[in-house]
């Protein structure tokens, strides 16, 4: 079937560290890839986007590379800061594009000054 | 910037008892979505709703479940007897057809957490 794993957290991290959050699916066919961000209180905010291998999403910072030789779709950010803290979301769309999203559990950052 | 609501950001019910959580999409999209989230759970998919009709439902989705537009703004979800497991966020989605790219980039609501006791 198709699933998107994608680590555990929390995270915890200092301002201005390097973030890494790995993402790796299951997929039959070619699936449009997603990191959503859900920041306290708020819905789930599109970050970035990639729909074919080898592209690249990026977006206030954050970039993540469409992989389609080791499915994954890891976020990084080069230097994190506190207003950052959210539970970050990756998630893929198979079956069209207006189909529905297959999520992970989210990765909750906490970024401290 | 437009956004899409939900009513109420908490609902209190009790097991059996019909819940109706409410969603306004943004107003120029066509394409309806809802989901939940159990608490420690992955986000899931419930349902989608195009021209007045479902288009995708998942195995969630069962005969206690049941969506509406009822006045071409507001979108409802409806419980008709709730259990304990219906416990969660529920997040509402809308999308439109982006011309250029093509993508339906889905834009969620805050969610209404749902407690059943």
């Known amino acids: 079937g198709n699933s998107v794993t994608q680590m555990e957290g929390p995270v915890t991290l200092s301002e201005e560290a390097f973030l890494t959050i790995n993402c790796t699916y299951t997929?039959?066919?070619?699936?449009?890839l997603f990191w959503y961000v859900q920041y306290p209180g708020e819905g789930l905010q599109l970050l970035l986007k990639a729909t074919k291998a080898d592209d690249k999403g990026s977006n206030k910072g954050f970039e993540a590379t469409y992989r389609k030789e080791t499915t994954s779709f890891h976020l990084e950010k080069g230097s994190v800061q506190v207003s950052d803290s959210a539970v970050y979301f990756c998630a893929l769309r198979i079956g069209g594009s207006q189909g529905n999203l297959i999520f992970g559990k989210g990765t909750k950052l906490s970024v401290k000054p | 910037e437009p956004e899409v609501t939900q009513t109420p950001s908490h609902q209190v019910t009790q097991m059996g008892q019909e819940v109706i959580l409410r969603c306004v999409p943004i107003s120029n999209h066509l394409y309806f979505y809802w989901y939940r989230q159990i608490l420690g759970q992955k986000v899931e998919f419930l349902v989608s709703?195009?021209?007045?009709?479902?288009?995708?439902k998942s195995e969630i989705f069962d005969d206690q479940f049941s969506v509406e537009r009822p006045d071409g703004s507001n979108f409802t979800l409806k419980i008709r007897s709730t259990k304990l497991e219906d416990s969660a966020m529920y997040f509402c989605a809308s999308s439109f057809r982006d011309t250029i790219t093509v993508v339906y980039e889905q834009y969620f609501g805050p969610g209404t957490r749902l407690t059943v006791t």
């Open positions: 997929a039959t066919g070619y699936p449009s």
């Open positions: 709703f195009y021209n007045n009709e479902i288009s995708e």
